[in-house]
Structures are given as structure tokens and as C-alpha cells.
């Protein structure tokens, strides 16, 4: 299995809404990453967790609130968004995180419209 | 602090022609490279990545690219387009430690029948 999983495929929510982003692998990998892409621009890095723990945070807003609860699977809650929030979110992983070299599988994304 | 630069935005090649998608990264040491393919609406697959050795590194679906440190390229080559490589190709660059993966601006294939 070398799929990373995304749910769901698609997300309308309003700016009040709580709603929550789920990504998945079971490749045994221990780095899992959040990207955010804008339409027609790359992705952006938003959180990188390496077992289990929290590595990075690219200055992403509180509204966004990443959680990582066990090595297979990768949270992104979501409250309070705004229209600007609107990207396709992108899940990924790799087999560790620092050594420079490794390949990172991507999920096929959520793409997020805030109202 | 690690940069990339891909000069086209649009690239439009023929079926069937050769490709050739530029790539100029800035790090002050040897970076790790890397090209990756995005279809639309989907997540990003990685054709090749370069970090040590031979300077020609061959990739998937017939795809290579070659590290050229004296211009501080990694273009990537194809020496004859199939109408399903129309997608986003983005190169990559990452450094050593903790440091994160740099993406292009990406470069928009479009192939032409």
C-alpha cells in the first residue's frame, strides 16, 4: 500500500463552521506532512509532524489546528475560516523527516471552499 | 535560505516532440532536487529527485533531468510527449537538517495534437 488517503474529497463550510480534514497511510512512514495550495500556485508548507510530535509550524493562523493521534493518521481542524482559507489541502508523508533526501507521497487533496 | 526558480509558466509542445522544463534553484551547499507532476485536482507524484552521484538521473514514465551545479539547473527532459503528460510540473528543492521543500512557481504543460 504506498497510497496516502485524504477525506473528505471535497468541503463547503461556512465562516462559523467547525469541520475537521483527514489524511491516512499505512506505510509505516513517521512524517506526515500539511500543504496548502492556492489555485495555479505551489504548495505551501504548513505543518510537518515527525513521530508524532509537532516539528513545524509555518506561522499558520490558530484557526487552523493540526493533530497527529497516532504514526498512520493526520488531523486538520478547522474553525472559524475565512473566504481567503479557500485552497486545496494537501496531505503527505515520508518514511522520516530531516534527512533531506526523502520522497514525499501525496494525498489526492481536499479542496476547501469557506463561504 | 534555499530558492527556485522555473522560468516558463506555460509551455505548449506538440505530441510526440522532444520537452525540455528549466529549473534554477539557489542554496549554498549541494541541495536535494526534485521534480514532481501534478494532474489537476490531484496530489503531487514525484518523477525524480537528485541528491548524490550520477548527474543524470533517470525517473519515471520516461522522464529524466540532469544536475548542472556550474548554472545551478536541474532541467528536466523527455525526448517524446504523450498527450496524458499534460499536467503541472513543479521542481523542488530542499536542504539538509530541518529544512523544509521549496517548490517552483511550476511550469503548465500543454500538449498540442
Known amino acids: 500500500d504506498t497510497e496516502v488517503t485524504q477525506t473528505p474529497k471535497h468541503l463547503v463550510m461556512g465562516m462559523t463552521n467547525k469541520k475537521s480534514l483527514k489524511c491516512e497511510q499505512h506505510?509505516?512512514?513517521?512524517?506526515m506532512y500539511w500543504y496548502k495550495q492556492k489555485a495555479k500556485k505551489p504548495p505551501e508548507l504548513m505543518f510537518v509532524?515527525?513521530?508524532?510530535?509537532?516539528?513545524i509550524n509555518e506561522s499558520v493562523p490558530s484557526r487552523f489546528s493540526p493533530e497527529c493521534p497516532n504514526s498512520s493518521l493526520l488531523n486538520l481542524h478547522l474553525h472559524a475560516l475565512q473566504p481567503e482559507d479557500s485552497a486545496l489541502y494537501l496531505c503527505?508523508?515520508?518514511?522520516?523527516?530531516?534527512?533531506?533526501?526523502?520522497?514525499?507521497?501525496f494525498g489526492s487533496g481536499t479542496q476547501l471552499s469557506v463561504l | 535560505a534555499q530558492s527556485v526558480t522555473q522560468p516558463d509558466i506555460h509551455i505548449t509542445v506538440s505530441e510526440g516532440a522532444s520537452l525540455e522544463l528549466r529549473c534554477n534553484y539557489s542554496?549554498?551547499?549541494?541541495?536535494?532536487l526534485f521534480w514532481y507532476v501534478q494532474s489537476p485536482g490531484q496530489g503531487l507524484q514525484l518523477l525524480l529527485k537528485?541528491?548524490?552521484?550520477?548527474?543524470l538521473v533517470q525517473g519515471i514514465k520516461g522522464f529524466e533531468a540532469e544536475f548542472k551545479r556550474s548554472q545551478s539547473s536541474f532541467n528536466l527532459r523527455k525526448p517524446s510527449v504523450h498527450w496524458s503528460d499534460a499536467a503541472e510540473y513543479f521542481c523542488a528543492v530542499r536542504g539538509g537538517g530541518a529544512d523544509g521543500l521549496t517548490f517552483g512557481k511550476g511550469t503548465h504543460l500543454i500538449i498540442q495534437p
Open positions: 503527505a508523508s515520508s518514511q522520516e523527516y530531516g534527512q533531506g533526501g526523502e520522497k514525499l507521497f
Open positions: 542554496y549554498g551547499a549541494t541541495p536535494y
Open positions: 509532524y515527525s513521530y508524532e510530535k509537532l516539528s
Open positions: 537528485y541528491f548524490s552521484g550520477d548527474t
Open positions: 506505510m509505516g512512514h513517521r512524517a
